[in-house]
């Protein structure tokens, strides 16, 4: 890769592990993975392009940390030992690649459990959540965990990462946002319990805290565990900005390494027009001014973080960002460390190296139609796969 002076190509470090760049692969359903959750080569395929592509750090697809939080079809899982060699493959190959590369570029594991978030292309039986609320996409009650319930998979969580530290991962992200089980419990929308794990902002946190005690527990230190949050439900009664600055600083305070700043929830996705599905991936960024949707809500959470050297740990900002112009504004005057992307790096997977090169910068080449998530979503296991259709048809339409 190309030496850039700029702050986005300089190195940031998520807990002691250091990042080469400020570009950050968001995880993103791959829709890859074989029936019973395991790797395939075009599974692989995906981390070779992103590795080559110069990335400071991809994230992977969540994994699920039990059979019952498989969302949508064709997911890794992260259940079992039986799925230690799928891991490995994932991260052997990415740091193969890397090192043949010489970029340094980092690759983490998202684990996760989506609760009663459950689609019809995912798991089929009963559903688990904080509360009885019927999750709007399915209609299904799910079954509120139980204390015992809740210590159960809180040790799921632990063993995961600890799976994701062994497989070879440079780290680890929970996935807390989007209205997946971590946001069903600290989301006051979601969250209607009484009990220790509701009421409060502190209690509603509470499933969290003890998931990052077990995990640390297992994978000591100096592993990097990292939270993807939302900034903001984006519904009246669900977390605002000034809530989840609350929330993100008891997550750092309980020794969480850095924090992805993403929104909503999917009742608030049905409530907007054009409505974008789902609605943390918004349509048409450009043409309804939506970039770097999510900054405002990460600003207020680094200003809370900030106060403290001990909580001020780097933020991830996601959603909107297309433009090289804008990341390299908000690194300067923001304060905020690192950037992610996702359908832009499906388009473009070496859109890191490219910008590498310097000025002029490009624009990335997604429109933010959502065609790519949307074939997945209607055709579930039948799906080639997560890819961009514009540009598959743009490469059919070559070859005539």
């Known amino acids: 890769m190309e030496e850039n002076h700029n702050p986005v190509y300089s190195p940031g470090k998520i807990g002691n592990v250091e990042i080469p760049n400020r570009l950050v692969r968001s995880a993103t359903y791959e829709s890859k993975a074989t029936v019973d959750g395991h790797a395939t080569d075009e599974l692989l395929k995906t981390y070779i392009e992103l590795a080559r592509g110069c990335v400071g750090l991809t994230i992977t697809g969540v994994t699920n940390v039990r059979e019952d939080g498989r969302q949508l079809a064709l997911m890794v899982g992260n259940y079992s030992d039986d799925y230690l060699e799928t891991l490995s493959r994932i991260a052997g190959t990415y740091h193969d690649v890397v090192k043949e590369e010489g970029n340094n570029s980092k690759i983490f594991l998202q684990v996760g459990h989506s609760g009663s978030h459950i689609t019809h292309w995912g798991w089929s039986g009963e559903v688990v959540s904080s509360c009885d609320l019927v999750y709007e996409l399915t209609h299904k009650n799910p079954n509120p965990l139980n204390i015992d319930e809740i210590a159960e998979i809180v040790e799921l969580y632990g063993e995961a990462a600890n799976r994701g530290k062994k497989a070879g991962f440079d780290g680890v992200q929970f996935h807390g946002a989007h209205?997946?089980?971590?946001?069903?419990?600290?989301?006051?929308?979601?969250?209607?319990?009484?009990?220790?794990?509701?009421?409060s902002t502190e209690k509603r946190a509470r499933f969290i805290l003890d998931i990052i005690r077990a995990s640390r527990a297992k994978v000591g230190k100096d592993f990097?565990?990292?939270?993807?949050?939302?900034?903001?439900?984006?519904?009246?009664?669900?977390v605002d900005a000034e809530e989840a600055a609350k929330l993100g600083l008891l997550f750092a305070?309980?020794?969480?390494?850095?924090?992805?700043?993403?929104?909503?929830?999917?009742?608030?996705?049905?409530?907007?027009?054009?409505?974008?599905?789902?609605?943390?991936?918004?349509r048409d960024i450009r043409q309804r001014n939506r970039e770097a949707f999510n900054l405002p809500e990460a600003k207020k959470i680094k200003e809370q973080l900030a106060k403290n050297p001990n909580t001020d740990i780097p933020l991830i900002l996601v959603g909107g960002l297309y433009r090289f112009e804008t990341i390299s504004s908000i690194i300067k005057n923001d304060g905020i460390e690192f950037f992610s992307m996702a359908r832009p790096l499906i388009r473009e997977p070496d859109l890191p190296k490219e910008w590498s090169k310097g000025p002029p910068y490009k624009e990335a080449d997604c429109i933010h139609c959502n065609n790519c998530l949307r074939d997945a979503l209607v055709r579930g296991p039948k799906c080639k796969g997560i890819r961009c259709i514009i540009r598959e048809k743009e490469e059919k339409k070559k070859k005539r």
């Open 179 to 199: 209205g997946y089980l971590i946001t069903q419990f600290y989301s006051p929308y979601l969250n209607r319990r009484s009990d220790e794990y509701g009421g």
């Open 224 to 238: 990097p565990l990292c939270l993807k949050m939302n900034g903001s439900d984006r519904l009246e009664g669900g």
């Open 253 to 282: 305070q309980a020794g969480i390494d850095s924090l992805e700043i993403s929104s909503y929830i999917h009742k608030a996705g049905t409530l907007e027009k054009p409505a974008s599905l789902p609605p943390e991936s918004q």
